[in-house]
């Protein structure tokens, strides 16, 4: 079973360009995570969707950012346009929906750096 | 609001040595903690995690983890590191139901020979 994937594993973009990130869940998984890790910081939630619906998105951090999961499969989080604090590592993660008990499963991250 | 402390940022350890990694959370309600590491190039890979019943937890690659609710403690022990075990460790804690993790800023562990 392939597990969480993202696309790409990394990105250097100017300030005011605009970058797609790519997450590609595990199959049959409804929960799909983003988490971003900026340099010297804790991992912190962004958005969670429930299938194709965002369930919660109170961590993302302003309107640049918008996140997307068509047919409740993959996810892109876009940025738009970039600049120099959005630079870090963004995660995926997901898992199954129901029971009190779950599991997220992470990708690699896509590290993104903003000149 | 809960947070996640993990007070050491790096720690060095010899090989073959003992290991424990601290961590102490804050949280409302019955926490559900997990410890996650994420080796150089690699994503984050779940170690152990604690839900209920025995406060003493194993995971993969030999750690273990002890959940102490007097001391809102989740700490990682590993009695022999192993060079293959120098990453970055995060603990995190998260609610029943979903998986909205709040993490730990990090410890790097560092293994000398």
């Known amino acids: 079973e392939a597990g969480v994937t993202q696309f790409p594993s990394h990105s250097v973009i100017e300030k005011g360009q605009t970058v797609t990130l790519r997450c590609d869940p595990i199959?049959?998984?409804?929960?799909l995570y983003w988490y971003r890790r900026v340099m010297g910081k804790e991992i912190k939630f962004l958005l969670h969707?429930?299938?194709?619906?965002?369930?919660?998105e109170s961590g993302m951090p302003n309107n640049r950012f918008l996140a997307e999961r068509t047919g409740g499969t993959y996810s892109t989080l876009k940025v738009q346009p970039a600049e120099l604090e959005d630079s870090g590592v963004y995660f995926c993660?997901?898992?199954?929906?129901?029971?009190?008990?779950?599991?997220?499963?992470f990708g690699q991250g896509t590290r993104l750096t903003v000149v | 609001a809960q947070s996640v402390t993990q007070p050491d940022i790096h720690i060095t350890v010899s090989e073959g040595a003992s290991l424990e990694l601290r961590c102490n959370y804050s949280?409302?309600?019955?926490?559900?903690l997990f410890w996650y590491v994420q080796s150089p190039g690699q994503g984050l890979q779940l170690l152990l995690k604690?839900?209920?019943?025995?406060?003493l937890v194993q995971g993969i690659k030999g750690f273990e983890a002890e959940f102490k609710r007097s001391q809102s403690s989740f700490n990682l022990r590993k009695p022999s590191v192993h060079w293959s075990d120098a990453a970055e460790y995060f603990c995190?804690?998260?609610?029943?139901?979903?998986?909205?993790?709040?993490f730990g800023k990090g410890t790097m562990l560092l293994v000398s020979p």
């Open positions: 949280y409302g309600a019955t926490p559900y």
């Open positions: 969707f429930v299938k194709e619906s965002k369930q919660d």
């Open positions: 199959s049959g998984h409804d929960n």
């Open positions: 995190a804690v998260g609610p029943a139901g979903y998986s909205t993790l709040t």
């Open positions: 993660a997901s898992s199954h929906l129901g029971g009190l008990v779950t599991e997220a499963f």
């Open positions: 604690y839900f209920s019943g025995d406060t």
